[in-house]
């Protein structure tokens, strides 16, 4: 009987030096915290758009661009990523462009990548699959006429 005291006091013991230990060397997330990050992960994972556009003017110094909207009559201007500033120093006014957009955690649009409209159908033709052409077409019988 003692020993099956002991054993329970010895358990009991280890059970709280555990607990106390842990404690201490990582805090446990407060519900707030946990929906806090969740919300940072969900505006990060933000939805990106692709636009069709014309270059009305890049400014590489502010590194903004200024596109006219295939759907809108006013142009827009916007900010450039590090990467799509990289890729407008080849690109002019009055080029046709393909932007794909982003929010940034202000809700502002940011362009992150921009690519000349020929080079995205390229792209974009190169990725299908090489179809195989069918027989030509044989003229119609003059009994089909």
Same mark, same amino acid.
Request: cysteine-free; overall charge positive.
């Given at each position: 009987m003692k020993t099956m005291a002991l054993m329970i006091t010895a358990l009991l013991? /280890?059970?709280? $030096? #555990? +607990?106390?230990? %842990?404690?201490? #060397?990582?805090?446990? !997330?407060?519900?707030k915290t946990a929906? $806090?990050?969740? =919300?940072?992960? +969900?505006?990060t994972a933000t939805k990106s758009e692709e636009w069709k +556009?014309?270059?009305?003017?890049?400014? =590489?110094?502010?590194k903004e661009i200024t596109l006219k909207l295939e759907s809108e009559a006013a142009p827009k201007k916007?900010?450039?990523s590090e990467t799509a500033a990289q890729e407008i120093a080849d690109i002019k006014a009055g080029e046709q462009v393909t932007v794909t957009v982003h929010e940034n955690e202000k809700g502002e649009k940011v362009a992150h990548h921009v690519k000349h409209a020929a /080079?995205? =159908?390229? %792209?974009?033709?190169?990725k299908k699959p090489v179809e195989k052409k #069918?027989?030509? !077409? =044989?003229?119609?019988?003059?009994?089909?006429?």
């Open positions: 013991a /280890a059970g709280i $030096a #555990s +607990a106390q230990g %842990t404690t201490g #060397s990582t805090p446990a !997330k407060t519900e929906k $806090a990050e969740h =919300k940072a992960a +969900a505006k +556009a014309e270059v009305v003017s890049v400014d =590489k110094d502010k916007v900010g450039l /080079a995205a =159908k390229a %792209t974009a033709s190169e #069918s027989a030509e !077409k =044989k003229p119609a019988s003059p009994a089909s006429r």
